[in-house]
């Protein structure tokens, strides 16, 4: 039974032509197409699909290096100048504070002269 | 004995490798009714098939450096042509198996054809997977052994002999068992 059905399913799928027109489009098609010539021969030998992703990933950390350093001199700028903006406010207090310490002598001074010469009289 | 040293058109290949595009029309004659057969019987229609032969033969075009000799390029073009029918199965979700006017053209129109059994083939064909499809397909029409067949679309040898075994025992149900009912439903 086994061996009459494969015969039968054997004889049912010979293989078919296709069309005498789409036979002479395909046949059309092929004599038209331009053969493929050899490929040239590339000056990198085998390894040179390693050399190229070495080459990539160099460039890669090179550039992220590059941005890393590039942040890492902006934040120190910005932390200079925040140091340079504090200085200078230190500095304008300390001068506030001796300026109030003149006038506060001189009003004291004059202050003491004047109680002097009341009781004088 | 030397099959690869008596084939005329190894000669041929080696004449279309070279550039001679005469050469390579003889080799698309003496190939395009196995790859066209494949490809109606995988697809299903005949719009599909000339499709999908043609774009093989100009893949073929592309890879002719790579074929070694006449039996290598029935092999590449057998394997070429089944994977990309199952590609194009897979891709689209439900695929009608044929279109009325090409209901005959699917097999082949023997004197001593057997209409019932070539009604449950074309049932069977609906019904598998693409794999298993090309399976019984690369069997029976292209008469390569299950040790081929793994070879041609990289599959376990034991998943062809399994795949060959279902299809035929669907068929053998089908076609001698005792549900005849079942497949009047299905050519109706």
């Not at chain 1, 078919?16 to 990198?44: C, D, G, I, N």
């Not at chain 2, 001679?20 to 080799?27: K, S, T, V, W, Y």
């Not at chain 2, 439900?94 to 053209?105: A, C, G, I, K, N």
């Not at chain 2, 054809?113 to 019904?127: E, M, V």
Request: charge should be neutral; charged fraction near 25%.
């Amino acid at each position: 039974m086994s061996k009459e059905i494969e015969s039968r399913v054997h004889a049912a799928l010979r293989p078919v032509a296709p069309s005498e027109e789409f036979s002479q489009k395909l046949l059309a098609r092929v004599m038209a197409a331009q053969p493929v010539q050899p490929k040239p021969r590339r000056l990198l030998g085998a390894g040179a699909r390693p050399l190229a992703w070495w080459l990539t990933a160099s460039l890669a950390a090179c550039l992220i290096l590059a941005v890393g350093v590039q942040q890492h001199l902006e934040q120190q700028r910005l932390q200079q100048s925040g140091l340079e903006a504090r200085r200078e406010v230190v500095e304008a207090l300390r001068m506030t504070s001796q300026k109030l310490n003149l006038a506060y002598e001189a009003v004291k001074n004059q202050s003491t002269s004047l109680s002097d010469e009341k009781s004088g009289v | 004995m030397n099959d690869e040293i008596l084939d005329p058109l190894d000669a041929e290949l080696a004449r279309a490798r070279s550039g001679e595009r005469a050469a390579l029309a003889a080799l698309v004659q003496a190939h395009q009714r196995a790859v066209y057969s494949l490809a109606l019987r995988m697809l299903g229609t005949r719009d599909l098939a000339e499709d999908l032969t043609q774009d093989v033969f100009m893949q073929l075009n592309g890879n002719l450096r790579a074929i070694e000799s006449n039996k290598h390029l029935g092999f590449w073009l057998r394997q070429v042509t089944s994977n990309r029918a199952i590609d194009q199965l897979r891709r689209r979700a439900r695929v009608p198996m044929t279109s009325l006017d090409d209901e005959q053209q699917l097999f082949s129109a023997e004197d001593n054809a057997d209409p019932l059994l070539q009604r449950h083939l074309r049932a069977l064909l609906s019904d598998l997977s693409p794999p298993a499809r090309a399976v019984l397909l690369l069997r029976y029409q292209e008469d390569l052994d299950p040790t081929d067949i793994a070879l041609t679309l990289d599959m376990p040898i034991n998943t062809v002999k399994s795949h060959l075994k279902r299809s035929l025992e669907t068929l053998r149900e089908r076609t001698f068992g005792t549900q005849p009912a079942r497949c009047e439903d299905n050519s109706t």
